[in-house]
């Protein structure tokens, strides 16, 4: 499956903002789906994931309240809702996708990744 993030950018500090990914290839309707995002020199970091017939979600505790992923399988489409931005959220956000693994939180187990958008929060 090939994914594609967009709709990152530059936000004042308690505005938001609307993450999408779209996938093509294989089944979307079938995966399980999620969030994370990478500071410079940090890890790779679990945000949030929905799964497969966006029956469960769930959220990093940082974003609980904050963010809210979502998914629409016949446009193929991830979303990620941002509100109440805050400077920390500041990082790439990348869209993943996963096929076998019930660990939702660690970015080994998926499989297949976006090539990331920028988001920048100023305070």
């Known amino acids: 499956v090939q994914l594609q993030a967009s709709g990152g950018g530059l936000v004042q500090a308690g505005g938001s903002l609307r993450l999408s990914c779209a996938a093509s290839?294989?089944?979307?309707?079938?995966?399980?789906m999620g969030w994370f995002r990478q500071a410079p020199g940090k890890e790779r970091d679990f945000v949030a994931a929905i799964r497969w017939n966006g029956g469960s979600t769930h959220y990093a505790d940082s974003v609980k309240g904050r963010f809210t992923i979502s998914r629409d399988n016949a446009k193929n489409m991830v979303y990620l809702q941002m509100n109440s931005l805050k400077p920390e959220d500041t990082a790439v956000y990348y869209c993943?996708?996963?096929?076998?693994?019930?660990?939702?939180?660690?970015?080994?187990?998926?499989?297949?990744w976006g090539q990331g958008t920028q988001v920048t929060v100023s305070s």
């Open positions: 290839g294989r089944t979307f309707s079938g995966t399980n």
């Open positions: 993943g996708a996963r096929y076998y693994s019930s660990n939702y939180y660690s970015q080994y187990d998926y499989d297949y």
